[in-house]
């Protein structure tokens, strides 16, 4: 494991939650791997510009027939997705937003999600261009929703990363965060054990 991508959402920054599982996690696949490269992408301190119809059309023009602005847009776009190839590990801190995920993030997916470059579509369906790689989901939860309908983050991240060829994903929940302390501190002690599980 020679690098190892990490991404944030929360917007406590790294004080928040699914952020210092995160850390926790880094710190045991950095002991484990002490000459890994470590990319930090915050999207709460440097959050990716939500899409709309200029950027998406950015998406769609040819490189020959790009404008500087649209040029500019697709330069950031193949960053991220760079990083993200390059990764051999991701660590994903995901809060839980009014049932969903933080809006920062899912700009984020809709910037690494381009035709032809991270998906296809063929006579067989879409297949995604990534190649495969562990992808560690830190999920932060003030109540309990893992195996409810109100999960809708689950299904979504697992659909969403499957769909660009990410299909080695790993859900770790700290849930109940917002039950009272005895309830926090044991969801929080449950989620590193399944933490140590995970990167033994």
């Given at each position: 494991?020679?690098?190892?991508?990490?991404?944030?959402?929360?917007?406590?920054?790294?004080?928040?939650?699914?952020?210092?599982?995160?850390?926790?996690?880094?710190?045991?696949?950095?002991?484990?791997?002490?000459?890994?490269?470590?990319?930090?992408?915050?999207?709460?301190?440097?959050?990716?510009?939500?899409?709309?119809?200029?950027?998406?059309?950015?998406?769609?023009?040819?490189?020959?027939?790009?404008?500087?602005?649209?040029?500019?847009?697709?330069?950031?776009?193949?960053?991220?997705?760079?990083?993200?190839?390059?990764?051999?590990?991701?660590?994903?801190?995901?809060?839980?937003y009014n049932f969903g995920?933080?809006?920062?993030?899912?700009?984020?997916?809709?910037?690494?999600?381009?035709?032809?470059?991270?998906?296809?579509?063929?006579e067989n369906g879409p297949?995604?261009?990534?190649?495969?790689?562990?992808?560690?989901?830190?999920?932060?939860?003030?109540?309990?929703?893992?195996?409810?309908?109100?999960?809708?983050?689950?299904?979504?991240?697992r659909s969403f990363l499957?769909?660009?060829?990410?299909?080695?994903?790993?859900?770790?929940?700290?849930?109940?965060?917002?039950?009272?302390?005895?309830?926090?501190?044991?969801?929080?002690?449950?989620?590193?054990?399944?933490?140590?599980?995970?990167?033994?």
């Amino acid at each position: 494991m020679k690098n190892i991508l990490v991404i944030t959402a929360s917007i406590f920054g790294q004080n928040g939650q699914s952020s210092q599982l995160v850390s926790k996690t880094l710190e045991k696949l950095t002991r484990q791997h002490p000459d890994a490269q470590v990319h930090i992408r915050d999207l709460a301190k440097n959050p990716v510009p939500h899409l709309d119809a200029e950027r998406f059309g950015a998406f769609l023009a040819t490189p020959a027939d790009a404008t500087a602005a649209q040029s500019d847009v697709q330069a950031f776009s193949d960053e991220l997705i760079a990083e993200l190839k390059q990764a051999d590990a991701v660590l994903l801190g995901v809060p839980m937003y009014n049932f969903g995920v933080p809006s920062v993030l899912k700009a984020y997916f809709d910037h690494i999600a381009r035709a032809g470059i991270t998906f296809r579509y063929t006579e067989n369906g879409p297949e995604g261009l990534l190649e495969d790689k562990p992808v560690y989901v830190l999920a932060a939860r003030g109540g309990i929703y893992a195996g409810t309908p109100n999960d809708s983050q689950t299904p979504f991240l697992r659909s969403f990363l499957g769909f660009l060829g990410l299909t080695s994903v790993e859900f770790i929940y700290a849930e109940g965060l917002n039950m009272g302390d005895d309830h926090k501190s044991q969801s929080l002690d449950k989620a590193d054990t399944v933490i140590d599980a995970l990167t033994a």
